[in-house]
C-alpha cells in the first residue's frame, strides 16, 4: 500500500510561484511513475505533468515552459515547481504514483488558487 500526501498549494497572484510537494510512503519500492493531475471547476481531471524512475519527464501542453517535475527523492517525494501563474492553473492538484505492474494510488489533494 502507498499513501500519497500533497503540500504546498495555496493562493498566489498571476505571475506567481508555488511549489508543490508530494511525499510517498509504505510499500513505495517499484514506483514507477509519479505525476500531477488537477481538476478545475466544470472541468475533467488532467494530467499536468509525469516523471518515471529513470527521469522521462512528459508535460502537458498548458505547462510546458511554465511547470517543471522532479523527484527529491526517488520513488518518495515529487515536486512540482510552478511559474507564471495563471488564473486558468486554478485547480485542485492531485498527486498520482504508479507501479511498473500497474497498480496506482492518489493523494487526496490540494488546492492552487491563482487570482489575477
Known amino acids: 500500500q502507498v499513501q500519497l500526501v500533497e503540500s504546498g498549494g495555496g493562493l498566489v497572484q498571476a505571475g506567481g510561484s508555488l511549489r508543490l510537494s508530494c511525499a510517498a510512503s509504505g510499500s513505495i519500492s517499484s514506483l514507477n511513475r509519479m505525476g500531477w493531475y488537477r481538476q478545475a471547476p466544470g472541468k475533467q481531471r488532467e494530467l499536468v505533468a509525469s516523471?518515471?524512475?529513470?527521469?522521462?519527464?512528459n508535460y502537458a501542453d498548458s505547462a510546458k515552459g511554465r511547470f517543471t517535475i522532479s523527484r527529491d527523492n526517488p520513488e518518495n517525494t515529487v515536486a512540482l515547481e510552478m511559474n507564471s501563474l495563471k488564473p486558468e492553473d486554478t485547480a485542485v492538484y492531485y498527486c498520482n504514483a504508479a507501479k511498473y505492474f500497474g497498480a496506482e494510488y492518489w493523494g487526496k489533494g490540494t488546492l492552487v488558487t491563482v487570482s489575477s
Open positions: 516523471i518515471t524512475s529513470t527521469g522521462t519527464t
